[in-house]
């Protein structure tokens, strides 16, 4: 369906950005109730790993495979949750930076899932794009649900204040629980989907880098708001991705426009500082991104930004 | 054979406290995980094997010069992409500093390109024997360096009128303030100090291991977070002490039970830690506990 | 006699909580009768927020049983508590930051709407159409009625926080009043409160305790709390030293003694 739409090389990146999404709203699950979680890259290794194996070593289709993914990403979850109740703040953040770091040595030292080789050749999926936009929309509408709701309440008010949460009655223990379960199932969804499109994973794949990604997914786009894990992992994968073809818009900038001095001094400069290849088209990533934490500290989207818009929506 | 382990962990070690250091330095006055300091380190071997290969410089040349750089860069950091930042956000400051390691590793990748990159010799090799240990010049180089500038660092915060003003400061701002201590004047030279002692430690692991890579900045900023807390948050001597720990404990692991199981040992410490003694084996030194 | 004949809502014997070698509480009996008002009173420091919090769950006693309707009260974790029927307001305001007053009242219910997890998310999830719009509209219609109670209905789409001080106070109380407590523990709840304020409060309480709540109060100001309690305890340095009626709590030489110094004057 989707296939006809786009090219091998656009479905690629189609595919990462939505997997990056999905991770992104895994971040968001256990962050509702103030859990800030370094971990979730650990678990989509988990889902990668876990889901690959079935369909790899035992022969189960995708459809059995993905879901069994996220439910033993979602186990490991709720066991890493315990522990993670009673720790805040820095503490929790490098509880599950050392989880994700543990997965990681893992991989690389079981040689069943192909060890410091990787796992290699995992059967292709063709319809992981169409995978990966159902999964959003799903991941969409429940959030969306959960934020009217009263557990969504609950959870912002365990964010807010646990205590005063759990005198009033709230259950913290179970909630907190759950939402770090879901997001360790939402996770290793994500790491299934990722190993099943790019073929190949080993312990490198989901780092410390990528775990530190996820979280900036979030806050870029807006913590406090559904729509923000979507807006910035979709801004963040797809900035690099437009750097670049930056420079295929200037070229179609007329030459007439830029034949004379001191035009073509101009344009001679910026073609070649917009020669993006890899490292400097990260440069500029970095860059914006810091530029965005001193502009816009609170992300792309924000509660009252929403509701202003929302508001003006139904006023006009 | 248990001492030459021992001698290794401690160089292994000696590396780990030295970024340890200026990540705890750094928490204890601002609060703040600054993520970026594996990259300084990085930057640091850099600039040494610059100095020492296009500058001809010996050793201790490239060191200073390493220092400097780094100390300069920790400085603009503060002013690019630390102070901007306003402080209450959650985590923004965090994803800030995030942002500058993306920029700093691939100004390294965009410069050096993304291969190992060889670190030339500086030292001539030379094995000296003190008992039941054979030594070469190379590690009682790095290990003088290292007790040298932790000796130095110590009696610096401890005696000195710039150091009672930073342990002020990680006490409480507003206290600090009230006693006429320039905060921002403080979070700079915090910043520049652990960012060059960062940049030696860089140079040290260079000629330790006769090769550095633009990506060796991660390795080290999650190890540096690792001894920080088994440390204590903010607390220098604790990070000293638990980086010589931590790699005496992982080469003695790496040779009794397994290279791969090597890191395995430091994250489980770490999860230990984390859930049986957050404050770390020595205590914190912040004024807010998170 | 009435008094005796009414059974007790909270019973407490030989509490006791340490803090390293300091005792904040040492071994204090108290009896609640139902539906009273009881104020525990006492120079600062002398471990009246730490009562609250050993009540409340918050921190372990070390020694000592709370007997709560005539079962034990141990449950490890707070929110049992407050499923049991114990609610509390805080000495310094603690309403969440970034809820509606409405939201905050609400939070309120949930454990009362629902008390499983499951639950909940399904809710959530599910919203099967009649019957969750109505579990939601009947958690509104409470929430409402309860800030209308205390005078809060045209604030409720106010962001908590912006509220001014006395109405904070007041969000608090209906926040407790939403889990549908059988004891309401208020922790100063005067406090910062001008005259005209505290007198609108007195009535609350009044009113609080004619809807059959029993009420345990910790307060500084001697007026309400001689105005409106029915039993007061006196506590310095953890330990109990008066136990009566206010006539009786103003005129013992123990208490006066305790007081030397500070305001006590009616």
């Excluded at chain 3, 609250?52 to 049992?80: M, Q």
Aim: proline share 4%; charged share 15%.
């Amino acid at each position: 369906m989707l296939h006809a739409l786009f090219d091998g090389y656009t479905r690629s990146i189609l595919v990462f950005t939505g997997v990056n999404i999905i991770a992104a709203y895994s971040f968001y699950a256990p962050f509702k109730t103030g859990q800030v979680s370094l971990g979730q890259a650990g678990f989509m290794a988990v889902g990668a790993y876990a889901s690959a194996i079935m369909t790899q070593k035992f022969g189960v289709p995708f459809a059995l495979a993905f879901p069994f993914g996220g439910l033993v990403a979602g186990i490991i979850g709720v066991l890493v949750g315990f522990p993670a109740l009673r720790i805040k703040g820095i503490y929790l953040l490098l509880l599950t930076l050392a989880f994700a770091e543990i997965v990681q040595v893992v991989a690389l030292s079981w040689d069943f899932a192909g060890g410091a080789q990787g796992f290699r050749q995992i059967p292709f999926n063709p319809s992981i794009l169409e995978y990966v936009v159902g999964a959003i929309v799903v991941l969409i509408l429940f959030f969306a649900r959960l934020e009217r709701s009263s557990l969504g309440r609950a959870m912002d008010a365990i964010h807010q204040d646990e205590t005063a949460a759990e005198v009033m009655g709230v259950d913290v223990v179970r909630i907190k629980l759950l939402a770090f379960g879901l997001g360790a199932v939402i996770a290793g969804l994500a790491g299934a989907l990722y190993a099943h499109h790019a073929t190949y994973v080993d312990s490198s794949t989901f780092n410390i880098m990528v775990a530190v990604e996820i979280l900036m997914f979030v806050v870029v786009g807006g913590s406090s708001t559904y729509w923000g894990p979507l807006l910035g992992a979709g801004f963040l994968t797809l900035l690099p991705e437009f750097l670049r073809t930056l420079r295929d818009w200037l070229e179609l900038v007329p030459v007439a426009w830029t034949n004379f001095f001191p035009m073509n001094r101009v344009y001679d400069f910026l073609h070649d500082a917009l020669d993006f290849e890899n490292a400097k088209r990260l440069i500029v990533y970095g860059i914006i991104i810091i530029v965005m934490m001193i502009l816009r500290p609170d992300g792309l989207l924000t509660r009252d930004a929403l509701r202003r818009w929302r508001w003006t929506a139904r006023h006009a | 054979m248990i001492y030459q382990q021992l001698i290794n962990g401690l160089m292994l070690g000696a590396s780990y406290s030295l970024v340890a250091i200026g990540y705890t330095l750094i928490f204890g006055v601002l609060n703040l995980l600054y993520f970026a300091h594996g990259e300084v380190f990085m930057v640091g071997a850099f600039a040494g094997l610059y100095l020492v290969v296009y500058g001809g410089a010996n050793i201790y040349v490239a060191m200073l010069g390493a220092m400097i750089a780094c100390g300069v860069l920790g400085v603009i950091a503060v002013y690019v992409s630390v102070r901007p930042v306003p402080k209450d956000r959650p985590l923004a400051p965090l994803i800030s500093t995030i942002g500058l390691t993306i920029v700093l590793q691939n100004l390294a990748v965009y410069i050096f390109g993304g291969q190992q990159v060889a670190f030339p010799e500086t030292i001539k090799q030379q094995l000296y024997q003190l008992g039941p240990v054979t030594m070469s010049s190379v590690q009682i180089f790095i290990l003088g360096v290292a007790v040298t500038l932790m000796a130095a660092l110590w009696l610096f915060i401890e005696r000195s009128k710039m150091g009672r003003a930073i342990r002020a400061t990680a006490e409480s701002h507003e206290t600090a303030a009230l006693l006429g201590v320039d905060v921002n004047r403080v979070v700079l030279v915090t910043f520049a100090l652990g960012s060059g002692i960062a940049g030696i430690a860089g140079v040290l692991d260079g000629v330790k291991n006769s090769g550095i890579s633009p990506f060796m900045g991660l390795a080290a900023a999650v190890k540096g977070l690792v001894v920080m807390l088994l440390g204590g948050l903010g607390n220098v001597v604790g990070a000293m002490l638990a980086g010589l720990l931590l790699g005496m404990i992982e080469i003695l692991s790496a040779a009794y039970i397994g290279t791969t199981e090597r890191d395995l040992a430091s994250f489980l410490i770490l999860i230990l830690i984390l859930l049986y003694r957050p404050t770390g084996l020595f205590g914190t030194r912040t004024a807010d506990e998170r | 006699m009435p008094e005796a004949a009414r059974p007790l809502c909270l019973d407490i014997k030989g509490l006791t909580k340490r803090f390293g070698g300091f005792y904040a509480l040492n071994g204090l009996d108290m009896a609640v009768a139902t539906n009273h008002i009881h104020a525990l009173i006492g120079p600062n420091g002398a471990g009246k927020t730490t009562f609250f919090n050993l009540i409340t769950g918050v921190l372990p006693a070390d020694d000592g049983t709370i007997t709560f309707e005539d079962r034990t009260l141990d449950d490890a974790r707070p929110s049992r508590r407050t499923l049991r029927g114990i609610a509390r307001t805080f000495q310094n305001i603690r309403l969440f930051p970034h809820l509606t007053v409405l939201e905050t009242v609400m939070i309120g219910e949930h454990c009362r709407a629902y008390p499983s997890v499951w639950r909940a998310l399904g809710a959530a999830v599910l919203r099967r159409p009649f019957a969750q719009v109505g579990a939601e509209r009947r958690m509104r219609d409470n929430a409402m009625e309860l800030l209308g109670f205390l005078g809060l209905a045209g604030q409720h789409d106010e962001k908590a926080s912006n509220l001014p001080y006395g109405d904070q106070r007041k969000l608090e109380m209906a926040r407790a009043l939403a889990t549908q407590p059988r004891l309401l523990l208020l922790d100063e709840p005067a406090a910062g409160l001008n005259p005209h304020e505290t007198e609108e409060l007195d009535a609350v309480i009044t009113r609080i305790r004619d809807r059959g709540v029993t009420i345990v109060l910790v307060e500084h100001d001697m007026n309400l709390v001689m105005g409106i309690s029915d039993r007061v305890t006196v506590l310095n340095f953890g330990t109990r030293i008066a136990d009566g009626t206010p006539a009786q709590i103003q005129a013992d030489p123990a208490v006066i003694e305790a007081y030397l110094g500070e305001d006590a004057a009616p």
